[in-house]
């Protein structure tokens, strides 16, 4: 199973920029996904997530701003990012759980990360 984001860059503050993240392979069904970020010097937090009924989580600093949404029949997840803030720079991760043709049970696979730049 791979994950391929897209869609980082270098957006000014107040701006948007809209991510997206393939999984592709032996997969059966996807449970969570979700989308991470690592800013330097920091660890990786947790941005979104969004479960196969839909249901959405948000951290805190991105709520109100950014829209995390899936569409199952192309097994991808994206991240609408509005009202860009320079604390909003990091790599960005996007994130899956799941099983495998012919598994019992839901491994959890990452991307690559894709980075997202915000100016002041």
């Known amino acids: 199973v791979q994950l391929q984001a897209s869609g980082g860059g270098l957006v000014q503050s107040g701006g948007s920029l809209r991510l997206s993240c393939v999984a592709s392979?032996?997969?059966?069904?996807?449970?969570?996904m979700g989308w991470y970020r690592q800013a330097p010097g920091k660890e990786r937090e947790v941005v979104a997530r969004i479960s196969n009924s839909g249901r959405t989580t948000y951290a805190g600093s991105v709520k109100g701003r950014f829209t995390i949404s899936r569409d199952d029949a192309k097994n991808t997840v994206y991240l609408q990012m509005n009202s860009l803030e320079p604390e909003d720079t990091a790599v960005y991760y996007c994130?899956?759980?799941?099983?495998?043709?012919?598994?019992?049970?839901?491994?959890?696979?990452w991307g690559q990360g894709t980075l997202v730049t915000v100016s002041s």
């Open positions: 994130n899956a759980d799941v099983e495998q043709l012919g598994s019992n049970y839901y491994d959890d696979f």
């Open positions: 392979g032996n997969i059966f069904s996807i449970n969570y």
